[in-house]
């Protein structure tokens, strides 16, 4: 009988490594917990300038910790159940323990190890108290940083809807500037249009004898050889005085046209598609462009405002015709004429 009553003691034994085992899990995963929190706060310190980045991975940390810590309040329960069964254990050993103790005929052995029995348990329930108690306070901790994260994130979402209601605000002016200056702009255009009819007017009137002079679209068109020497961009008396009539036209437009229509009078150059290459002029880019600086250089000493003069040269590359024929190269060689909007 009393070899009986000796294995109860002993049959309580196989509860310790269980225990040691899930306080061990229990606290690797709080660490573990510890280090996915300060690698969040690292990203979210890292990362403050991109917004819609650090809001999602803050999402995703809540998300993680919500589950992480809905675990670790089930292992809390299963610990608190665990410690109502060594509680119930203990309270019947110790019932037995009495019952033997006063029991007639127990020998001093048994009862030393059913109170060692006791004892050990006794310990076992203290140090499970403490690590529940650590688990709690833990599981509570967690709690508080998972609010400071949701705080982080209305935060980030104020701050991004203010951003997001300045930038529609910052649209809607740019689009309402926009608008209002293109009709400032249109109305320049027409305004211009109507300078550009009546200085083309002006023009036709003043060279109406030349038929080597004409209006190619919105162009005023002189045929080089009117105002140059082949392969030359000296201009001939003949280019001067045609010239002359061109820069008081122009004189007289710039007295007519507001001040605040920014416009120029652009004047091309274009050769024909037969190579040159002399000392002054290696290619027809040169030529061109010569004639056109020759034209507008002179405009200014006719009084012209060097403001309203660009010159440009296209070489052989912008010609009005396809072809070889001489009558096709002649026309291709001019000088054009253009009042533009800067």
Known sequence: MARGRNRKPSEYGEFWPGYVDMLSTLLLTMTFLLSIFMLSQFFVSQESSGKDTVLRRLTRQIAELTSLLSLEKGKGRSLEDEMASIQATLAT???ENAKLTGAAGL?????GEATERIAQLDKMLADEKGATAEALSKIDLLNQQLLSLRRQIAALNEALQAAEAKDKDAQARISDLGARLNVVLARQVQELQRYRSDFFGRLRE????RRDIRVVGDRFVFQSEVLFPSGQAQMTPEGLAAIDALAAAI???????????DWALQVDGHTDSRKIASRDFPSNWELSSARATSVVKYLISRGVSPKRLVAAGYGEFAPLEDG??????????RIELKLTNR
């Not at 020998?107 to 009862?111: E, F, L, Y």
């Open 107 to 111: 020998g001093d052995k048994s009862a």
């Open 324 to 333: 070889a024929s001489d009558e096709v190269l002649r026309r291709n060689r």
């Open 206 to 209: 003043l060279l109406r004898d």
């Open 93 to 95: 050993l110790k019932s």
């Open 251 to 261: 004189v007289e437009l710039e007295r007519q046209i507001p001040a605040e229509i």
